[in-house]
């Protein structure tokens, strides 16, 4: 008796793969692993983020942004009040300058660009130490998909900013999304740097990292080695973003 072919699984379009990575994500980056494809994910976020980046340059009184992060440093506001009235004038208006620009150049070019570094590194990792080869195509793909969390970011992000009074907006925490929210005003930096990092997105991505490296050669990774490595390589980036904040600050 001829024995029947098993054909392969369905691996979908792109648009079906952006929805599966946030509600049918294993399956999803199964698929992935099979068929790696990232330029339409890459393409959604950084759209979505140059949206971000449109709304809050209407929105925001940058000026006054400026202003409260000052207050938010006590060593940079000691400094500042350090200055003769008319350089302290300068100092402000020249920074309200710059911000906008850095906001529009970082919405336009930080998410492929994040995602570029993200990818290339947990490639080195994951071949280097976890022993699990794959090609940069597919580590580009797994990370691309698994930062669709944070387009829900952005897309709340740009209702507060539509809907809220600019005036009480935190520009660095605008979703409330991590624990710096609980801190009081003029905590130290370093101190807001770390609890910042524990942002509720960002778990949700480092998890589904995991699926996707996993869904590589799931004999073997697995999701908690996957998830273990991931988490060790953010620990280090986010003590090491502490240190600078503790340095500088």
């Given at each position: 008796m001829a024995s029947t072919a098993i054909p392969p699984?369905?691996?979908?379009?792109?648009l079906s793969r952006i929805f599966g990575a946030l509600f049918s994500p294993k399956p999803t980056f199964e698929s992935i692993a099979r068929r790696p494809t990232w330029i339409l994910p890459m393409l959604v976020i950084t759209l979505i983020s140059i949206g971000g980046g449109i709304v809050a340059g209407h929105r925001l009184d940058w000026r006054?942004?400026?202003?409260q992060q000052i207050q938010k440093r006590p060593s940079?506001?000691?400094r500042v009040e350090q200055l003769p009235p008319e350089q302290r004038e300068q100092m402000l208006a020249q920074q309200a300058k710059i911000i906008p620009i850095t906001v529009y150049a970082a919405s336009f070019a930080g998410p492929p660009i994040v995602m570029l570094v993200i990818g290339a590194v947990f490639l080195g990792v994951f071949n280097l130490v976890s022993g699990v080869p794959m090609g940069f195509k597919t580590s580009l793909s797994i990370v691309a998909h698994a930062w669709m969390p944070q387009v829900i970011?952005?897309?709340l992000a740009i209702v507060i900013l539509c809907l809220k009074d600019p005036a009480t907006i935190d520009v660095q925490n605008i979703v409330a999304s991590n624990l710096a929210v609980f801190l009081p005003d003029g905590a130290a930096t370093w101190m807001s740097t770390l609890l910042g990092a524990l942002d509720?997105?960002?778990i949700w991505v480092m998890l589904l990292m995991a699926l996707g490296y996993q869904a590589v050669n799931p004999r073997k990774l697995t999701f908690g080695k996957a998830l273990g490595t991931i988490v060790g390589v953010w620990l280090i980036l986010v003590l090491l973003r502490v240190g600078l904040a503790a340095a500088f600050s």
């Open positions: 699984a369905e691996d979908g379009n792109s006054t942004v400026v202003e940079a506001q000691r970011n952005s897309l509720l997105f960002s």
